[in-house]
């Protein structure tokens, strides 16, 4: 069965450092999102990819994140200069369809865990 | 009032009777409804999503969905012991964006 997969698993790194998390979504799927949870918090919307850009973005994905679509199957969150309250699960999502007022099915990668030291 | 709620629990079952879950969201205009099941550690793995009113079956899980109310549930019937997990409810809020708004979850423990 198709599955997102993620890399790293685990991720530390020093406050102020660059680091990259990537993602290969399901091959057929077409609209890419990240979310992160913070321990023992739910789970928060980052932001969400379509068609090479950015559909919609939360007040969490501040000017220190970037996406992109580097080839036909990575999807990469950039964090530019980590901070400490950076360090959370970071989940990479993604779904064959979407529309204005509908959600389809998004299914989760394992997840990166980041931790900012 | 909060955007997705739900009772943190624990939710405590014995083995094989049913579980039951609930879930209530703020916006009306809300189309798409999903429950996810979160293991310590692990990511969350979607068990059922439902876009009408009404229930919906598939396996031991049953979603019911009731938009007058703002209200969505999850059964779970013969539970199990590994079906011990944080259930999470997912809904699309606002209704013109494809972004999830997650519950903070319902911590489910299904005793033998």
């Known amino acids: 069965e198709p599955e997102v997969t993620q890399t790293p698993s685990h991720q530390v790194t020093q406050m102020g450092q660059e680091v990259i998390l990537r993602c290969v979504p399901i091959?057929?799927?077409?609209?890419f999102y990240w979310y992160r949870q913070i321990l023992g918090q739910k789970v928060e919307f980052l932001v969400s990819?379509?068609?090479?850009?950015?559909?919609?973005k939360s007040e969490i994905f501040d000017d220190q994140f970037s996406v992109e679509r580097p080839d036909g199957s990575n999807f990469t969150l950039k964090i530019r200069s980590t901070k400490l309250e950076d360090s959370a699960m970071y989940f990479c999502?993604?779904?064959?369809?979407?529309?204005?007022?509908?959600?389809?099915?998004?299914?989760f990668g394992p997840g990166t865990r980041l931790t900012v030291t | 009032q909060k955007e997705v709620e739900q009772n943190s629990g624990p939710l405590s079952v014995p083995e094989g009777a049913i579980a039951s879950l609930n879930c209530t969201y703020s916006?009306?205009?809300?189309?798409?409804f999903f429950w996810y099941r979160q293991y310590s550690g692990k990511s969350p793995e979607l068990i059922m999503f439902?876009?009408?009113?009404g229930d919906k079956e598939d396996g031991r899980f049953t979603a019911q969905l009731n938009k007058a109310s703002q209200y969505v549930s999850l059964l779970i019937r013969d539970s199990q012991p590994s079906d011990s997990a944080t259930y999470l409810c997912?809904?699309?809020?606002?209704?013109?964006?494809?972004?999830?708004?997650f519950g903070t979850g319902t911590r489910l423990q299904v005793f033998p």
């Open positions: 439902i876009y009408s009113n």
């Open positions: 990819f379509y068609n090479n850009e950015i559909s919609e």
């Open positions: 091959s057929n799927h077409l609209y």
């Open positions: 997912a809904v699309n809020i606002p209704t013109n964006t494809d972004k999830l708004i």
């Open positions: 916006d009306r205009g809300s189309q798409s």
């Open positions: 999502a993604s779904s064959v369809n979407s529309r204005p007022g509908r959600s389809y099915e998004q299914y």
